[in-house]
């Protein structure tokens, strides 16, 4: 029974996702739903990446959290269009709240939009929100154990961005050991390392982002 | 529709929690159900823990993950009676999970049961197990924003133990707006500043944590 509630669930929010695809698609825009754990560095990711390209592409952004706005509130001080969703409780974005915002939302002109969701490895994996592809990032400081307690996310993602790069020098953690098992779980998934504070690497990520989009 | 399908849910995982809750009770095992983000160090807390405090406190450890058996093999090394619930996809423990285990779980004799949970720092919150209490950490590497964006588990946690500082000095957070926003929440959380790598700050979790015990 509860197993039916949930496939239900799944099967209405990918109809929802589908909507919001044709949308998307309908206006040019390449949307990446972008996943991690709490404290990745999922704004910080956006917010490099906005300085690094938003003079040649035009970004807007969905914000995603259980309650709060400073992370809508970050991205609008770099004047990009962002909508803050507060989810309430629910620990993950789907493809109905998406709808609900973009209604709203100035599309037109836009080349990509970045969509973050909750801080959560778990279900974020599961629903669709209408997007081209999901990117993952993973803090090296969450340790070399998550690929194989978490495969989901790493299965369905098209990259992995491992971030704060800069702290492994002081962590016991074995990057090499994420590598290889991330991608025994996907063997197309593309790996960048960076760190956001530093800056390091993140120029790998921006151009193949960039490849991504037109 | 969805809203009473959650509560239906809670209600039912709460009157299995007390059941599991008069069965710890009969044995006198006092039982913590451990919370955090994934990668925060919940193992390597209940491993520097037994280390410590196992030859004065018999202790029991449940193993929440949603794949894989390495934690378990961790505590079990340390040749404390433990045993590893898969979720399959589930994000969080709940009642019925423990339930289910705890059956053929050694209870009698120990004194104090430790239950790891899912790392997500949502879920969890919202299902009781059948636990005396709730403690959540946190490492200082998923930032200084955490208790406004995921006000729950602060909220119904008794403790909070800030994991990784050794590594503060290589970040921007602000430890103590950690702390402040927190307390905010919930004015009696205990608050623990440890480094489950270096040991740092540890003896006064194991203090605290003896006098809850008897």
Same mark, same amino acid.
């Given at each position: ?29 390449? !949307?990446?739903? #972008?996943?991690?754990?709490? $404290?990745?560095? %999922? ?8 300085? +690094?390209? @938003? ?79 999901? !990117?993952?990032? #993973?803090?090296?400081?969450? $340790?070399?154990? %998550? ?8 299965? +369905?993602? @098209? ?56």
């Amino acid at each position: 029974m509860k197993v039916k509630v949930v496939s239900h669930i799944l099967e209405a929010n990918d109809r929802i996702a589908e909507e919001n695809r044709r949308l998307f698609d309908k206006f040019g825009v390449y !949307v990446i739903n #972008l996943m991690s754990a709490p $404290g990745a560095g %999922k704004t910080s990711l956006i917010e490099n990446t906005i300085k +690094e390209i @938003s003079g040649k592409i035009k970004i807007g952004v969905i914000e995603g959290d259980i309650a709060g706005s400073d992370d809508a509130k970050r991205i609008k001080s770099l004047n990009i269009p962002v909508v803050q969703i507060n989810t309430g409780g629910a620990c993950h974005l789907d493809a109905n709240m998406i709808r609900e915002v973009i209604d709203g939302f100035p599309l037109k002109g836009l080349d990509l939009l970045i969509i973050e969701n909750v801080g959560n490895l778990v279900c974020p994996a599961e629903f669709r929100v209408g997007e081209n592809i999901k !990117v993952m990032l #993973l803090s090296i400081t969450e $340790g070399d154990d %998550k690929p194989l307690k978490y495969p989901l996310m790493f299965q +369905e993602s @098209s990259a992995l961005v491992l971030n704060k790069i800069d702290l492994l020098p002081y962590t016991n953690v074995n990057i090499e050991k994420i590598k290889k098992n991330s991608q025994a779980l996907n063997p197309k998934l593309k790996i960048f390392e960076v760190s956001c504070r530093t800056g390091e690497g993140l120029n790998k990520w921006i151009k193949w982002l960039q490849s991504l989009i037109k």
